[in-house]
């Protein structure tokens, strides 16, 4: 039994193995030959119309091409119109532009199917030359009005943006205007709080608040002006020299307290007056005799006012005059035209007028400080406030002095000028400031 199984299976074992072999046989050669790659059908025809192109008709090819890249151009034209036409939008432009694109659009799926059937020049009725030609300038038509789209675009943007700028720019002058009128009243609120006195309640401490806040004013105004001739391309270094000829100063900062004493000097100069000596330079002196009680009540009218506000509730006002003088005695013509190129200030403030400039503003805050302070000395029933200045050269004393410079360092300083006057009230001595040299 176990022969016979062995002897029937062996002959099938056997016929299996030889048809495998022969499988393996067959395929060996398939596995070595070459497999011809697929080409696509329309892959084949471009092949085919390339070579015969090339070989037979090249210049027809030339002139499709460079009508094809004419119309694509033109499509781009088209399409950029369309968008400029939508903003700020323009129906009939719109329409325009869309007929172009349609009609370019049309224009390219006709060359797609002369392409296709190999009839390049059907719809040409010049020689080849002359259609490259012609389509080339066509191009550069439409490139060229892309560009001057593209060019009409940004400068819109550009006139936007310009827009913009001017915009924010007055926005911030504005911020900036409400941000110092806020300032001038919070400034005045707490000098107004800290100046709350009556008639019979004026003391040294409440003038010399009011000194301060003179101080602070007249060196805010020469900051102002020392920044204005840097502006205007000013030799600082002579101007210093026309004020304080003999004075050499130990740094170049410390040329800003020969400006002050020019602006002190001016502004003070009659302060002893009761009329502030502008009863003598053409103005009425509006009260012969003018009491303590008329000074405590000018005084109490101006300080809670803007010098604008008042010389416009009362533009004939002793306070007006003194601040038109002030202004023609400080600013010399010269300097004004050099400043600002023109005398427009000048002839505005002849004529009685408030000239509406940064420039004049801070200068009519230096004249109303004054002017209260000097209101304020006037009010004194007794010992009025009397203003006091010290020679170039004097010897430097601390009861009469105070130094601007504590680092002149010298054994014995002598006073190069004085920067801000000194006052007496009574027996009591407010020092005036004073560099040493």
Request: hydrophobic content about 40%; proline content about 3%; aromatic content about 12%.
């Amino acid at each position: 039994m176990d022969s016979l199984t062995q002897h029937t299976l062996t002959p099938t074992k056997t016929k299996f193995s030889t048809t495998f072999a022969k499988v393996l046989h067959i395929q060996k050669p398939k596995s070595t030959q070459k497999v011809k790659p697929h080409i696509h059908q329309h892959d084949q025809k471009l092949h085919n119309l390339n070579n015969n192109n090339n070989n037979n008709n090249q210049p027809t090819m030339d002139a499709f091409i460079a009508k094809l890249f004419a119309t694509i151009s033109s499509v781009k034209a088209a399409y950029a119109q369309l968008q400029v036409a939508q903003s700020p939008y323009n129906p009939e432009a719109i329409q325009h532009a869309d007929q172009i694109l349609v009609s370019e659009l049309k224009r390219l799926s006709e060359y797609k199917q002369l392409f296709l059937k190999n009839h390049l020049d059907d719809d040409d009725v010049n020689s080849p030359e002359t259609t490259q030609l012609l389509a080339e300038i066509q191009e550069q038509k439409n490139l060229v009005q892309m560009y001057d789209i593209t060019l009409k675009n940004l400068n819109s943007q550009n006139k936007l943006k310009d827009s913009e700028i001017i915009f924010l720019k007055e926005k911030l002058n504005d911020t900036n205007k409400d941000n110092k009128m806020i300032q001038r009243r919070l400034n005045s609120n707490s000098f107004n709080e800290k100046m709350k006195i009556s008639f019979s309640s004026i003391t040294v401490n409440s003038f010399l608040l009011a000194l301060h806040q003179t101080v602070k004013s007249v060196k805010s105004f020469v900051k102002f002006l020392m920044d204005a001739m840097e502006d205007a391309n000013w030799d600082l270094n002579a101007a210093v020299s026309s004020i304080q000829p003999d004075v050499c100063f130990g740094d170049v900062s410390q040329q800003f307290f020969a400006f002050e004493s020019f602006v002190c000097r001016v502004m003070f100069d009659g302060f002893n007056d009761s009329g502030f000596s502008i009863t003598n330079n053409g103005f009425e002196s509006g009260s012969g005799s003018w009491s303590p009680r008329f000074f405590y009540d000018s005084f109490i009218e101006l300080k809670s006012l803007k010098a604008q506000d008042y010389i416009t509730w009362k533009p004939n006002s002793t306070f007006a005059r003194f601040c038109w003088l002030k202004y023609l005695k400080l600013v010399h013509p010269v300097m004004e035209f050099s400043l600002f190129g023109n005398l427009n200030q000048r002839n505005l403030v002849s004529d009685g007028k408030f000239p509406e400039t940064n420039f004049f503003s801070a200068f009519a805050d230096v004249a109303r400080r004054v002017w209260l302070l000097h209101c304020l000395a006037n009010a004194f029933d007794s010992n009025v406030p009397s203003v006091f200045q010290v020679r170039e050269g004097s010897r430097f004393t601390e009861v009469f002095m105070e130094s601007v410079n504590d680092e002149a360092g010298n054994a014995s300083p002598e006073v190069g000028f004085t920067v801000v006057p000194g006052f007496k009230v009574g027996g009591t001595v407010i020092q005036c400031q004073v560099y040493l040299t």
